[in-house]
């Protein structure tokens, strides 16, 4: 409808880099890597690893992986070498489609991740072995591959980790996907005059299902590398940005720097700034009612949602509530139950565990029916998080029945970080816990163990962790104490929260 219309813009801040690509040209880039991922052999139901950092390009192989019929296996940039290792034992990609920032983590484990016969690497850089992006694309065909998809094919695995921390690959059809696109439009009127800010990462099922709104419309988008209260205000001004999706770190940034005077909000043209939305972790309603002192005439939204149901959309504030400490109401197409142990639904202002039901609920675990099982009951999606209903219809999230901790938008399984650190020689037992913070609202907190007659300092914990965890799982404050357990081994921490935060369950803080 639009093929020499803007469709993508990408900005690189720190190196003053801009790129602009029309949607005849995402189209045919698309195509391109369709044809070349073909002519290497993928067929439809294969799997192809996708390792990049947000670009124009990371979208156009995205779309050039499904329109194959493979499944993209989209993986967190933050990843370690033993993370990709696993998503790929756990997947068994046909094809590996990375960047070049990431040839040291993949070389580092390539001998041992034998299920990838072919590595295409982006960038300058390759190593012998690998094919070149750029290379195949010169000789590709850029015409649609003209492969029969039908909307119940599958399409994308996503990783997510369970109440045991292990990552769980999430199975996505092409009717999630769109179900995700004709929500996320209807919630926020998306239009081809939009263009929407794209700043958290592509491989979650989180800002890209908020971008499908705008690709089902003709809107362009401008992703931005870089964050910072600067380069955001400088994207809405140049770009005439109208959306940004901020996560809630992100939102206290630019608070602190309006409030310092660091930065003057009439030194931008903001005028085309119209909607500020927010989600992927507990909201303070404080930070929505400061953030509205500088900005009252713009539209807000808190949106909630789970990589099990296609990312965010099934619950919903809406750009007309101001109940800001409530999560929302169903979203388009969704329906929501809360209920007890039994499946029962509870009374209103009882809390109870959240289910949903709609389009966008994953296909399964792949390869684990008894999780799906458990998860999936009857159509209904079992979030594992609590909440309750109010009276005039409003969801209220009130705990997880998960201990995961939600450090800026990131999910971090206290199995994982513990089984880390018990790994030191030094250390006995571990047990993580949220902490509250004022910036990112929760942070990562371990309380270490030291076996007899050793002794263990703060700094070599730290060091250990940096060595083993992604920065963002790594423990902020580490204690050192005893790690009470049950009679059945369960780690007691109810009583650790206790001790160190005054509570006995997960606490939120409001910034105000």
Known sequence: MYPDAPALIELTPAEKLRKEITWKEFDRRANKVANSLMDMGVRKGDKVAHLMMNSIDWLAAFFGIIRTGAWAV?????????????CVDASEPKVMLLGQEFLERVQAVRSRIPAIEKYICAGKERPEGMESLEELLKTASDRAPGVELAPQDECGLYFTSGTMGAPKPILLTHANMESAAVTEQAHHYQTRDDNYILIPPLYHTGSKMHWFGSLLSGGRATILNGVSPEYIFEAVAKERGTIVWLLVPWIYDILGALDRGEMKKEAYDLSSWRLMHTGAQPVPPGIVRRWKRYFPEMQFDNNYGLSESTGPGCIHLGLENDKYRALGKPGLDW??????????????????????????????????????????????????????????????????????????????????????????????????????????????????????????????????????????????????????????????????????????????????
């Open 74 to 86: 989209p993986l967190n940039f933050r990843f370690t070498g033993r993370d990709i290792k696993y």
């Open 335 to 512: 329906k929501v139950r809360i209920v007890d142990d039994d499946g029962m639904d509870v009374p209103r202002g009882r809390v109870g565990e959240i289910i949903v039901k709609g389009d966008g609920v994953m296909k399964e675990y792949f390869k684990n029916p008894e999780q799906t099982a458990k998860t999936i009951r009857d159509g209904w999606l079992f979030t594992g998080d609590l909440g309750r209903w109010d009276e005039d219809g409003f969801i209220y999230i009130t705990d997880r029945k998960k201990d995961v901790v939600i450090v800026g938008g990131e999910n971090v399984y206290p199995w994982e970080v513990e089984e880390a650190i018990r790994q030191h020689p030094k250390v006995k037992d571990a047990a993580v816990i949220s902490l509250p913070d004022d910036r990112l609202v929760e942070v990562v907190g371990a309380v270490v163990e030291v076996k007899s007659g050793e002794t263990l300092k703060r700094m070599e914990v730290n060091e250990f962790c940096e060595k083993n965890l992604p920065r963002y799982k790594r423990p902020r404050r580490v204690m050192f104490g005893t790690v009470p357990r049950d009679s059945a081994g369960k780690i007691e921490k109810w009583k650790l929260r206790e001790k160190y935060t005054g509570q006995k369950e997960c606490i939120r803080i409001e910034k105000s």
